[in-house]
């Protein structure tokens, strides 16, 4: 797993260096790359937008 988000952020700095990000869909695309790698770690949603201010909620007071 750490392997795969050490690519993942290595892949995002090239990106963001060489200015490849042109499209829309390449951003989806890059965000579904991402999605699919931390998943196992994402196992009660705390990742997922639609989930308005998760962390919020979650917090200790």
Known sequence: MTQSVSELTSKLSVLIKHDAVKT?????????????????LNRVGLFTPPIPNMYHQTAAK
């Open 24 to 40: 829309d869909r390449e951003i989806d695309t890059f965000v579904a790359e991402i999605r699919q790698t931390i998943a196992p």
